[in-house]
Each structure stands twice: as structure tokens, then as C-alpha cells.
């Protein structure tokens, strides 16, 4: 029982990750831009220009106008952003579903316990290098806008994906430390409950009666 609240544990803070590094892949407020030198005069005249891996959007208080980026003319910290975002969201996926797997409650072809610790540890792998790859990217992305000399501040897009990296990590921890335990008896379920057995030692061999083997060389 207390195996089955860490897997939950596990898998509903992969879900939170992935969902978090969904999130700051699909916006592109990312970092929030100021062209006129000073946050405070680019907000009293309520023009913000945000941007992100994707575009880069000029907000005002009616309306927003989004410019996607051209792929040929990004810096090389753009492009790693992108390529390891979308990586971190598949895998992501692939993980979520490889640890539902490893659950007890998921009946498949082979429910062995020691298939299901496997696919734990791998789905705690998987997190791992969507934690990994999410944080390279949001720090790398940030400090290559902060190098390029203009004024700016965070956009929550940017927060989502580094609560989406602690997540990850956090899950990829909980997932392997869980599938590092040392394996159990094999179960069988009766009456809809899973319920411990053991395979009996089998018997010793008959011993050879000494007094039956003197009595019959006598005999002869």
C-alpha cells in the first residue's frame, strides 16, 4: 500500500511537470521586453512587447500582434530552446505513460512485479531528461535575451516551465527511489485482491534405511 501512494505520487507530479513544460513550450511570454530604456515608461504607456521561442508579440490594452520568428534568421540559443522544449513534451508523454504502466492497479500480459519496477525506474529516467532538458533551455534562453542588452522581466511562461523542471526532477526521484526497492514475494489475485503466496521447498529425498539394506544382505 505505502509502494502504491509513492507510484501516485510519482505519477501525479509527472503529469504536473509535463503539463508545466507544455505549457512554457506553447507561449511566448517568455521574457517581457521594453524598447524605450525603462520598464515603468513601457508601462504607463501600456505597450508591452513579450517574446519566446516561437514569436515575438506586442501587447497593448486592446489588442496583441504576434511576429513568428523566421527559422533561418534565430540565434543558435533560439533554436536549442526549441528542439530541447519539444523534446522535454514527448518524452514527457512517453514517461506518463510508461509509469501508469508500472502501477499495481494496471492489469497487462505480464504483470510481474519485476516488469513493473522496471518500468518505473524507466519512466524516473525519462522525467529526469525532461527536467534536464527543460532547465537548459528556460535558463539558456533567459540569459542569452538578458546578453543581448535590452530591459526585461520574466513572463509567466517562463515561471510555468521552471515549476514544470522541479516537478519533473521531483517525480524522476520519487519514481526510481521507489523502483530501487527490493522485490517482493510474487502475487496472485483472489477475489479481486492481490495476495501473497510462496512456493513450498520441496520435499527431501527419502533416506535409505540402513537396518532394511542389513536385513536383506543376511537374507542372501
Request: aromatic fraction near 8%; glycine fraction near 8%.
Given at each position: 500500500?505505502?509502494?502504491?501512494?509513492?507510484?501516485?505520487?510519482?505519477?501525479?507530479?509527472?503529469?504536473?511537470?509535463?503539463?508545466?513544460?507544455?505549457?512554457?513550450?506553447?507561449?511566448?511570454?517568455?521574457?517581457?521586453?521594453?524598447?524605450?530604456?525603462?520598464?515603468?515608461?513601457?508601462?504607463?504607456?501600456?505597450?508591452?512587447?513579450?517574446?519566446?521561442?516561437?514569436?515575438?508579440?506586442?501587447?497593448?490594452?486592446?489588442?496583441?500582434?504576434?511576429?513568428?520568428?523566421?527559422?533561418?534568421?534565430?540565434?543558435?540559443?533560439?533554436?536549442?530552446?526549441?528542439?530541447?522544449?519539444?523534446?522535454?513534451?514527448?518524452?514527457?508523454?512517453v514517461?506518463?505513460?510508461?509509469?501508469?504502466?508500472?502501477?499495481?492497479?494496471?492489469?497487462?500480459?505480464?504483470?510481474?512485479?519485476?516488469?513493473?519496477?522496471?518500468?518505473?525506474?524507466?519512466?524516473?529516467?525519462?522525467?529526469?531528461?525532461?527536467?534536464?532538458c527543460?532547465?537548459?533551455?528556460?535558463?539558456?534562453?533567459?540569459?542569452?535575451?538578458?546578453?543581448?542588452?535590452?530591459?526585461?522581466?520574466?513572463?509567466?511562461?517562463?515561471?510555468?516551465?521552471?515549476?514544470?523542471?522541479?516537478?519533473?526532477?521531483?517525480?524522476?526521484?520519487?519514481?526510481t527511489?521507489?523502483?530501487?526497492?527490493?522485490a517482493?514475494?510474487?502475487?496472485?489475485?483472489?477475489?479481486?485482491?492481490?495476495?501473497?503466496?510462496?512456493?513450498?521447498?520441496?520435499?527431501?529425498?527419502?533416506?535409505?534405511?540402513?537396518?532394511?539394506?542389513?536385513?536383506?544382505?543376511?537374507?542372501?
Amino acid at each position: 500500500m505505502a509502494k502504491f501512494g509513492v507510484l501516485l505520487c510519482g505519477f501525479v507530479l509527472s503529469c504536473l511537470g509535463w503539463l508545466g513544460i507544455m505549457i512554457a513550450t506553447a507561449t511566448n511570454d517568455w521574457v517581457v521586453l521594453c524598447q524605450y530604456g525603462q520598464l515603468d515608461i513601457c508601462s504607463m504607456m501600456d505597450v508591452v512587447w513579450s517574446t519566446g521561442p516561437w514569436a515575438e508579440c506586442v501587447s497593448s490594452t486592446r489588442l496583441q500582434r504576434c511576429l513568428a520568428f523566421q527559422i533561418f534568421d534565430l540565434p543558435a540559443y533560439v533554436q536549442t530552446t526549441r528542439a530541447l522544449m519539444v523534446t522535454a513534451s514527448i518524452l514527457g508523454l512517453v514517461a506518463m505513460v510508461i509509469v501508469a504502466m508500472s502501477m499495481p492497479c494496471t492489469r497487462l500480459a505480464s504483470s510481474a512485479q519485476g516488469s513493473k519496477n522496471k518500468h518505473a525506474a524507466a519512466g524516473g529516467v525519462l522525467m529526469l531528461v525532461v527536467g534536464l532538458c527543460g532547465a537548459i533551455s528556460t535558463v539558456w534562453f533567459s540569459l542569452g535575451m538578458y546578453l543581448s542588452g535590452q530591459l526585461m522581466s520574466f513572463g509567466y511562461s517562463l515561471y510555468a516551465g521552471w515549476v514544470g523542471v522541479v516537478l519533473s526532477l521531483l517525480a524522476a526521484v520519487i519514481l526510481t527511489c521507489c523502483s530501487s526497492s527490493p522485490a517482493s514475494r510474487p502475487y496472485h489475485q483472489e477475489g479481486g485482491k492481490m495476495v501473497a503466496y510462496t512456493v513450498p521447498a520441496a520435499a527431501p529425498p527419502a533416506a535409505v534405511s540402513v537396518s532394511s539394506n542389513h536385513a536383506k544382505s543376511v537374507h542372501v
